[in-house]
């Protein structure tokens, strides 16, 4: 499967997400935040970091680059979409997720581990994750703090966009699990079209025993799961 | 010519920045204040003679499309 990574100044997740997929067996490339995203590719990668050093607004800024249009057809064909951390707050700031992340409750950087319950097994980035257990996964992040308002929050819930609810080690969703106060310890949702995610905790930070979880890889082994059964609908 | 521009964030959405600096000025003894805000302010040059009616128009626009994000925050213009 081919993976396209964006690269905007001062996105600093995009060697770990690259590194990630190719450890995993699958093709990743970079692609610079003034291209457009290459032909062939089956998913795109949103990455965290702090594009255009979070001026204005963080993902304010990024979601006017060149490729964020293309990546915006792409997702409109069904393209498969994930955005991580900052690559969370630019689809929100896109528009292609509902929403908004906002600073941590406490007004602190949060940089630790944290569970995840998965709320929706069907999709292409959750298919795969194991059901009996929550996910540990680290998080890194001063505006996490997922906000919207109260007909947004039904509609999610009401369609299962809601994929990942932050828990304690044993699955339930406590108000003391919630690292920066998320409206129902969202971490991550998806749109109604099940092809555009984005969660506040980094997945391939979590692929390798080495840096003390391998839960991440269930995201990217559900998408690649996927990508078996359906050759990709947004090809440029 | 410049417009000015105040973000502020919506009354619904956490702002615990405002609420941080509000209970600081409490324990300063200000307790007439009830509630403290806080949000950004944006000062944009315009050139000499440019059409007010149109730059509010656009500056309307952008600041709804991206200085500001309607869904957590409101803003306010003004020109002079």
Known sequence: MNFSVLQFPASNCDQDAVHA??????????????????PGTDAVIVPGGFSYGDYLRCGAIARFSPVMQSVRQFADKGGWVLGICNGFQV??????????????????FHCEQVHLKTAAADTPFTRRIPADRPLRIPIAHGEGCYYADEATLAELRANGQV????????????????????????????????????????????????????????IFESLFEAGRERPAAGTP | MKAKIIITPKKAVLDPQGKTVQNALAHMGYTAVTGVHIGKY??????????????????????RKFLSNPVIEDFKLELE
Not at chain 1, 21 to 38: E, S, Y
Not at chain 1, 96 to 106: I, K, T, Y
Not at chain 2, 42 to 63: F, H, M, N, Q, R
Request: proline share 5%; net charge negative.
């Open chain 1, 21 to 38: 997929i190719r450890r995993l067996g699958h093709q990743a490339r970079m692609v610079w935040h003034k291209d457009n995203l290459p």
């Open chain 1, 91 to 108: 689809l929100t700031e896109a528009g292609l997720l509902p929403g908004a992340l906002v600073r941590n409750r406490d007004l602190q």
């Open chain 1, 163 to 218: 994929l990942w609810q932050y828990c304690d080690s044993e699955g339930n969703v406590t108000d003391q699990a919630n690292p920066n106060g998320a409206l129902h310890n969202i971490a991550g949702i998806c749109n109604k079209g099940r092809n555009v995610a984005g969660l506040m905790p980094h997945p391939e930070r979590a692929c390798e025993a080495l840096l003390g979880s391998e839960d991440g890889k269930w």
């Open chain 2, 42 to 63: 944006v000062e944009i040059d315009l050139a000499p003679g440019t059409d007010c009616a149109a730059a509010e128009a656009a500056l309307s626009e952008a600041g």
